[in-house]
Nanobody, 127 residues
């Protein structure tokens, strides 16, 4: 059973930074891509960033490109989202996610690709 546990959310002022972490267990972590999604109140869950199994290749939503960085540590089974220059519109619950299958490509920006989800961590950015 795949388990994903996020940590690191909180309240920060606009322009500040937060670092989210996700600890994965239940299968061989290093052969699967990983991703972060977020969901603001009253909105659909949206893609934020994804990283390939090796950590070499990434995708980002246009809204976070240049401000957020996704990375992974396959030795520690963790994936991290470093968020800088935060804006009030970044306020949301952030979810770590993992796909059922291995592979990589443009499909990994879509919610339908992911089958496993963490419980979410709240990020609130005040203006």
């Amino acid at each position: 059973q795949v388990q994903l546990v996020e940590s690191g959310g909180g309240l920060v002022q606009a322009g500040g930074s937060l670092r989210l972490s996700c600890a994965a267990s239940g299968r061989t972590f290093s052969i699967y891509a990983m991703a972060w999604f977020r969901q603001a109140p009253g909105k659909e869950r949206e893609f934020v960033a994804a990283v390939s199994s090796s950590g070499v290749t990434t995708y980002y939503a246009d809204s976070v490109k240049g401000r957020f960085t996704i990375s992974r540590d396959n030795a520690k089974n963790t994936v991290t989202l470093q968020m800088n220059s935060l804006k009030p519109e970044d306020t949301a619950v952030y979810y770590c996610s993992a796909p059922r299958t291995t592979g990589w490509g443009i499909d990994f920006i879509w919610r339908r690709t992911y089958d496993y989800w963490g419980q979410g961590t709240q990020v609130t950015v005040s203006s």
